[in-house]
Structure formats: C-alpha cells, structure tokens
C-alpha cells in the first residue's frame, strides 16, 4: 500500500465579514490584508508591503515598500475610480 503524506499547499483566512486576511502558500511568504471603511487598504508581505492612501471614497496614492526602496505613486481618477493618471517619485529609505 502506498502511503499518501498530505501538504499544505495553500492557506487563507478570513475575518468575520469575509475578507481575506491572510493568504500564502508552501512556496511564497504569507501575506496579510488590512481594510478600512470596507476597502483594501495595505497589504504585507515579509519586510514588503503596498498601501493605498485614501480619502472618503477616493483612491488618492500608492506608497509601497520593495528591497528597501520606498515609492509613492499620485493617483488621478474619475468619479468611477478609474485611475486616468499617474506621478511617481522616489525616496530611500
């Protein structure tokens, strides 16, 4: 008989109004997902993460982390959110 050894290959949690929360699997870093008023506001992944800076219902930039680097991104959008134009820029950090 042979014998089957299961693996874990992925893993999601959820908080108690079904967002996802934390998801990752045997071959990337578990990654976790914060909310605010409903919307996706940062996620972390190891010593990385990604954040978008909002106010009201408005998508107004992106900061992320990556190897060190911090960027920003300014975000133009329509009334439907649609992001029409973008300005980047840079800092280490």
């Known amino acids: ?8 290959r992925a893993r999601y949690q959820y908080d108690a109004l079904d ?3 934390l998801h990752g699997s045997s071959e990337r870093l578990e990654s976790q997902r914060f909310y605010c008023e ?3 506001a940062t996620e972390l992944q190891g ?3 990604h954040s978008i800076v909002q106010y009201g219902d ?3 930039a992106q900061q992320e982390l990556i190897r060190g680097q911090l960027n920003a991104v300014l975000l133009a959008a329509d009334l439907q959110e649609s ?3 973008i300005a980047k820029g840079k800092k280490n950090g």
């Open 1 to 8: 008989m042979l014998s089957q050894q299961k693996t874990l």
């Open 58 to 60: 408005y998508s107004l």
């Open 83 to 85: 992001v029409l134009s």
């Open 38 to 40: 409903g919307r996706l």
């Open 47 to 49: 010593a990385e993460w």
């Open 19 to 21: 967002r996802l929360t």
